[in-house]
Structure formats: structure tokens, C-alpha cells
């Protein structure tokens, strides 16, 4: 027989592969905890999962799909007309469509680096050009330098804010002064998946930001404050023409009943769930502090994790994890991202960080 294979887009010779958060392994006597995904580590509220299971009882039925029901709750809790909702199968789901209705081959995708690993993906898997501004020293978005990689061809551009995995916010006067160089036709994306752990009164407002920009849309997901992270639930707010563009991108019935109904109940309960927000922001300065004492410069984080830039010690630092049984994330030869998670999970972050602090305390 000839050997022979369907022929397929070349474009993706050039895709790089997503790297998932690795669980914890499992050393005997120690609780595994893992840190690697930024994950919330609250199981879910009562009331939630009891709107989970009474959804989960009519998975016979496709969901509804538009999820009205869902997108009536949120244009109530964000004060937004309902055409101005797309929701996705996570927010990963809406900026594989963002790409999708703005970029095609011979555009360019622009956006920080390092910054979220699916940007260059779904760019790639679209057939666009990714340019990659690199972030500053200080971890920060160099939005001077984006403004002045913009080109003809730029039809997209992504702002993480707070930024995986630096944990960086934008500001808003200096986001104010880029949108103010981007064209008026090129969509910009504010990813904001930890907006709701920002506590920097001067980082970016993405939703304040959009009203008064059309070409300006927001990316919100129930995955990481909101503990929903498998349910696969994210919405972007935009202006009437791009959330429709999004709307017909959907894959049909993506969001799963369940989903929605979990979302809507999340909602509910949300005084709930941003107390435990706080109480994670809270372990956040706690870790933050301990880590400068032992000698470590962070950027400042706003999400819920910390990045340690270890250059040639990353593989000794993430072994010496694992050997604890903590699962964290490590970035190339750049650094490591470690979700703030469980106080005894944290408190032994800081037993391994002690042993790699620069000053050389143990
Ligand atoms: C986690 C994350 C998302 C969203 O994830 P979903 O689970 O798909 O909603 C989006 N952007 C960034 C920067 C993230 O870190």
C-alpha cells in the first residue's frame, strides 16, 4: 500500500503545543497540591453544585444556544444591552473566535510576550503572522513599543491584564495612551481572566474602557474567581457588530447547559465567592511578603500567582517541587508560575523558594 496522509495546512508544522498544567506526583505522606494551573482551590459553593446537578439531569436535551438565560444575568450584573454578550466555551473558546472574525493569512496578530501560550496558537491555527512585543524589564507591557509594531497588516491585538504568567497589570492612563495610537479598524482584545483579584486602583477597567471604544472588547471567564475552570464558560463584551461576529463563530451548543446554569448560579452567589477572592488575594500578599524576605524581587502580582524568574535553576526548582508534591509551572528558560492555592500549600512554596532565595537564606 502507498504510504499517503490527507493533505492538511501547513500552518500547522508551525503550531506550538499547549502546555497543560501537570498534576502533582504523588510522594507518599504529603498532600499533593497543584499549583500549575491557576486554579481556584474552593470546590465549588453548595448552592452551585446543586444548580449542576439539577442541570446534569437533562443532558438528554441539547442546551439552549444562545444561553438567554445566562446572558440576561450578565447584561443585569455588568449594565449591558444583551447584544453587546458573546459567551464561549471558556475564554479561550472567544479569543480562538477573536481571531478567527479579525485575522486571516497575510495579517498580523500583535500582542506581549510572554504572555498567554494560546495567543500564538489560535493566531497560528488561523493562518495569521503572531508579532510578539517583548515585555519590559519590569514585566510590564511595553505598549509603546506595541503601538509602534502596529502595521498595515495588524488586524488584532491582545492586552493580558493582569498578565499570564507575569501577573502585571496595564495601567489605564497607559492603556488610555496606546488605544489613543491604535487605528480606529484594528480590534483590541483586554483579556481581564483575573480582573476580579486586581486590588492596584490604577490598573485597567476593561468594561469602562470598552463603552466609549468600539474597537475595544473585553474577555471575562468564569474559570478562575468564579471556580469553574471545568465547566468551560467565558463571556466577551463588545461592541454590537464584533459580539455578533463572535455569536456566529460559536461552536453551536458549546456552552453546555450545565455550564450555564453553574454560571447563572455563580452569579448568584457571588458575594460568596469574591470573599473567598479576598481571602486568595490575601494568602497572595502573604506569599508575596515571605518571598521578599527571603530576598526574592517580584514583579508585583494581581492575579492569583507569582512568577520567579529562575533562568538555568528552573528544572531544580520545579524537581524540588515535585518532590514535595507540588505540581507549579515552568515557562522555558524564563521562570515559574506558581498558583496561589491552599495556605499549606502555599506555606510550602515557601519552604522550596527559601532553599532558591537570591540572598541565600535557608
Ligand atoms: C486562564 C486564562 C484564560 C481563560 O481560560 P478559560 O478557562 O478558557 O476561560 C484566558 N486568558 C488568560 C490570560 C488566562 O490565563
Request: proline share 8%; charged share 20%.
Amino acid at each position: 500500500m502507498p504510504e499517503s496522509t490527507p493533505r492538511l495546512r501547513e500552518t500547522l508544522d508551525r503550531l506550538p503545543a499547549y502546555v497543560a498544567g501537570r498534576p502533582p506526583t504523588a510522594a507518599p505522606g504529603l498532600t499533593p497540591y497543584k499549583l500549575s494551573s491557576n486554579e481556584n482551590p474552593y470546590p465549588p459553593l453548595p448552592g452551585v453544585l446543586e444548580a449542576i446537578g439539577t442541570a446534569a439531569a437533562a443532558v438528554n436535551r441539547y442546551p439552549d444556544p444562545a444561553s438567554s438565560l445566562l446572558v440576561d444575568a450578565l447584561a443585569e450584573r455588568h449594565d449591558l444591552p444583551r447584544d453587546h454578550l458573546a459567551l464561549g466555551t471558556g475564554s479561550v473558546g472567544l479569543l480562538q473566535q477573536a481571531v478567527q472574525i479579525s485575522a486571516g493569512p497575510g495579517d498580523e496578530v500583535l500582542y506581549a510576550w510572554r504572555s498567554f501560550e494560546a495567543y500564538p496558537i489560535m493566531t497560528i491555527i488561523s493562518g495569521a503572522t503572531p508579532v510578539q512585543v517583548p515585555l519590559r524589564a519590569d514585566e510590564t507591557h511595553d505598549l509603546d513599543a506595541m503601538a509602534d509594531a502596529i502595521t498595515e497588516r495588524t488586524r488584532l491585538v491582545f492586552v493580558c491584564t493582569p498578565n499570564n504568567p507575569t501577573g502585571t497589570v496595564v495601567r489605564q492612563d497607559d492603556l488610555d495612551r496606546f488605544l489613543g495610537r491604535v487605528p480606529d479598524d484594528v480590534l483590541v482584545i483586554v483579556d481581564e481572566a483575573y480582573v476580579e483579584f486586581v486590588r492596584d486602583p490604577a490598573a485597567v477597567r476593561g468594561i469602562e474602557t470598552y463603552r466609549h471604544r468600539p474597537n475595544v472588547a473585553v474577555l471575562r471567564t468564569f474559570s478562575k474567581a468564579y471556580g469553574l475552570a471545568g465547566l468551560r464558560v467565558g463571556f466577551a463584551v463588545a461592541h454590537p457588530r464584533v459580539a455578533q461576529a463572535l455569536r456566529q463563530t460559536q461552536v453551536p451548543f458549546g456552552v453546555s447547559s450545565v455550564a450555564q446554569a453553574a454560571a447563572i448560579a455563580s452569579l448568584g452567589a457571588e458575594t460568596a465567592l469574591l470573599e473567598r477572592v479576598d481571602i486568595l488575594v490575601g494568602e497572595r500578599t502573604r506569599v508575596e511578603a515571605a518571598l521578599a524576605g527571603q530576598g526574592w524581587r517580584l514583579p508585583p502580582s494581581q492575579a492569583n500567582f507569582v512568577w520567579l524568574r529562575l533562568g538555568d535553576r528552573i528544572a531544580e526548582f520545579v524537581a524540588a517541587c515535585a518532590a514535595v508534591n507540588l505540581a507549579v509551572r515552568p515557562y522555558g528558560d524564563d521562570g515559574v508560575r506558581i498558583t496561589i492555592g491552599e495556605t499549606e500549600a502555599n506555606d510550602r512554596v515557601l519552604e522550596v523558594c527559601a532553599r532558591f532565595a537570591p540572598s541565600g537564606t535557608s
